[in-house]
Nanobody, 127 residues
Framework: QVQLVESGGGLVQAGGSLRLSCAAS????????MGWFRQAPGKEREIVAT????????YYADSVKGRFTISRDNAENTVYLQMNSLKPEDTAVYYC??????WGRGTMKNTQDYDYWGQGTQVTVSS
């Protein structure tokens, strides 16, 4: 079993920054691709960014490209999401997710592609 625990959410003004962390425990060797998703009130959960096990390959949603950076530290079993130039429309619950499928062997943009989920952390951006 794998457990994912997010932290780092909070309230920030527009233009500000936050850094989210996702700590994995348990059978972490089974995790390959990691991703961050978000869900705003009344909306579906959407992909934000994903990263391969090596940390070399990454994907970003167009809405966050150039503002957010995903990274991972495999020695610490932690994935990060650095969020800069935050906008009110970034307000959502952010979820960390892990996938057993290696990068490039399957899809990675849909919630059903992921095997493990965290409980989420709230990010609120005020205007």
């Amino acid at each position: 079993q794998v457990q994912l625990v997010e932290s780092g959410g909070g309230l920030v003004q527009a233009g500000g920054s936050l850094r989210l962390s996702c700590a994995a425990s348990g059978r972490t060797f089974s995790i390959n691709t990691m991703g961050w998703f978000r869900q705003a009130p009344g909306k579906e959960r959407e992909i934000v960014a994903t990263i391969s096990r090596s940390g070399i390959s990454m994907y970003y949603a167009d809405s966050v490209k150039g503002r957010f950076t995903i990274s991972r530290d495999n020695a610490e079993n932690t994935v990060y999401l650095q969020m800069n130039s935050l906008k009110p429309e970034d307000t959502a619950v952010y979820y960390c997710a892990g996938q057993r499928t290696p990068w490039g062997r399957g899809t990675m943009k849909n919630t059903q592609d992921y095997d493990y989920w965290g409980q989420g952390t709230q990010v609120t951006v005020s205007s």
